[in-house]
């Protein structure tokens, strides 16, 4: 599976000058590489990131957390999520999945991975709990 440069200058743009809150990629089988679907500004928030990602089709996601430590310091993380509902096609599920690790190789910069069937094992809550 081939990766689009355009991938990897986003996530350069996110990780370097944090234009970006998140990235969703897209596999496109017929091209066989992974894109860009979907990149979300700044301002947008984890609700907004999350509407993104579409109920029955699997993607990647790069997003970029704030949040406050014990020690009231602010940090980020950056999340790569493998988005794989369990409603998603059974090929469209073995494509991502054998694809993801060399995909992530990419993506120089990722703290956190989370794999992700539906949307209550990738809400806040879950976030907070992998960024300690």
């Known amino acids: 599976m081939a990766v689009h440069d355009d991938c990897k200058l986003r996530f350069l743009e ?3 000058k944090r234009t970006h809150r998140f990235i969703v990629y897209k596999i496109e089988e ?3 590489q992974v894109i ?3 990149v979300g500004e700044p301002i947008l928030t ?3 990131f999350a509407a993104s990602l579409p109920a029955e089709e699997c993607r990647y996601a790069i997003y970029d957390f704030d949040f406050v430590t014990a020690e009231n310091c602010q940090k980020s993380k950056i999340f790569f999520i493998a988005w794989c509902p369990d409603v998603a096609k059974v090929r469209s ?17 990722i703290q956190v991975e989370l ?5 209550t094992e990738m809400d806040l809550d879950v976030l907070k709990s992998r960024v300690n």
């Open 14 to 16: 996110l990780k370097a």
């Open 30 to 32: 017929k091209q066989k």
């Open 36 to 38: 860009v679907e979907k």
């Open 46 to 48: 984890y609700e907004d």
């Open 93 to 109: 599920k073995m494509i991502y999945a054998s694809s993801k690790d060399r995909f992530k190789r990419e993506l120089d910069g």
């Open 115 to 119: 794999q992700a069937t539906d949307p």
